[in-house]
């Protein structure tokens, strides 16, 4: 991974747990949507490792707005955000023609 700083505590970090403070840093800017890459997961108790092209990336912003009433007016207004950061990816048979290797999760992984 390069080099790069913690985004919460800006301590520099060569790994994607800051040695500092903990946070996880995911960087998915070395994902090329042309090019197969490796994913290892962690999920339900069981760790995942696949080969996958990335097909979608989305960043979905929404907003509300509420009214805010005193005495039966609206007297202003209230906005709410919300943001959420999608990544699909497709599974892809490795060279050995595997689908994905599944093995039980162990408390270090
Ligand atoms: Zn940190």
Same mark, same amino acid.
């Given at each position: 991974?390069?080099? #790069?700083?913690?985004? &919460?505590?800006?301590?520099?970090?060569?790994?994607?747990?800051?040695?500092?403070?903990? #946070?996880?840093?995911?960087? /998915?800017?070395?994902?090329?949507?042309?090019?197969? +890459?490796?994913?290892?997961?962690?999920?339900?108790?069981? @760790? /995942?490792? /696949?080969?996958?092209?990335?097909? $979608?990336? &989305? =960043?979905?912003?929404?907003?509300?707005?509420?009214?805010?009433?005193?005495? &039966?007016?609206?007297? $202003? +207004? $209230? @906005?709410?955000?919300?943001?959420?950061? $999608?990544?699909?990816?497709? =599974?892809?048979?490795?060279?050995?023609?595997?689908?994905?290797?599944?093995?039980?999760?162990?408390?270090?992984?």
């Amino acid at each position: 991974m390069k080099r #790069t700083n913690c985004p &919460n505590c800006g301590a520099p970090i060569n790994e994607v747990v800051c040695p500092y403070c903990g #946070t996880v840093f995911y960087d /998915f800017t070395a994902i090329d949507s042309e090019k197969p +890459t490796y994913i290892c997961m962690n999920m339900d108790g069981k @760790q /995942f490792v /696949f080969r996958a092209l990335m097909v $979608s990336a &989305n =960043i979905d912003l929404e907003q509300d707005e509420y009214p805010l009433f005193a005495d &039966n007016r609206v007297v $202003s +207004t $209230s @906005q709410h955000y919300r943001a959420r950061a $999608s990544i699909e990816f497709m =599974i892809l048979q490795d060279d050995e023609g595997v689908l994905m290797k599944v093995r039980e999760k162990k408390d270090d992984d």
